[in-house]
């Protein structure tokens, strides 16, 4: 039997097949990939706007919801379900590509939490944020990580896709499920 995750939101994939931990990990991705958009998208409206509005709110609020739970959640799936395997594999090179996405997570934490108290000042309607400070910042961290991204699906996922065993995986989604049932 395959393993699953049932996400709150979707416990099928659009063909009816259940949910399994690597589409629950690629859903994340994708969904980072328009977090990061947005939060640059944040950033000038902020500028073209002057103030903060209610759309700027509305963004920020997403923005910061989605990496306060669901990215801190997705890296907690990485660390304790893909990094391991990746770690035991004997494969230098896997291994040093494996130990810089653990240390680009500490980074990114770090960057999101110089971030998110202007994100939250904004969502709750404030204008106590630092433009210039933002305009700086946000590059930097979309780009560490779009490049984390880009590391994690051109080798990470692959490999881990070929080395995870069936019961692994089994239990994987056990354990994302049973987390995730218990955030909501």
Request: include cysteine; aromatic fraction near 8%; proline fraction near 5%.
């Amino acid at each position: 039997m395959p393993a699953t995750v049932v996400a709150p939101e979707q416990s099928t994939t659009p063909r009816g097949r259940p949910v399994q931990p690597f589409d629950v990990l690629d859903a994340c991705h994708q969904q980072m990939v328009t977090a990061l958009q947005r939060l640059q998208d944040l950033v000038a409206h902020l500028e073209e706007n002057k103030g903060v509005d209610g759309k700027a709110q509305e963004m920020a609020r997403a923005i910061f919801h989605f990496f306060m739970d669901t990215a801190r959640q997705h890296h907690i799936d990485e660390e304790k379900h893909i990094f391991p395997a990746m770690l035991r594999s004997g494969d230098d090179d896997l291994i040093r590509h494996t130990l810089r996405l653990q240390q680009d997570h500490g980074w990114i934490e770090e960057d999101w939490l110089e971030l998110a108290p202007q994100i939250e000042s904004i969502a709750a309607g404030y204008n106590w944020y630092n433009l210039e400070q933002l305009s700086l910042a946000v590059p930097v961290f979309v780009q560490l990580y779009q490049d984390h991204l880009a590391l994690e699906e051109s080798l990470i996922y692959p490999e881990a896709r070929s080395r995870i065993a069936e019961w692994d995986l089994n239990g994987m989604g056990r354990e994302m499920a049973q987390r995730r049932r218990a955030r909501v």
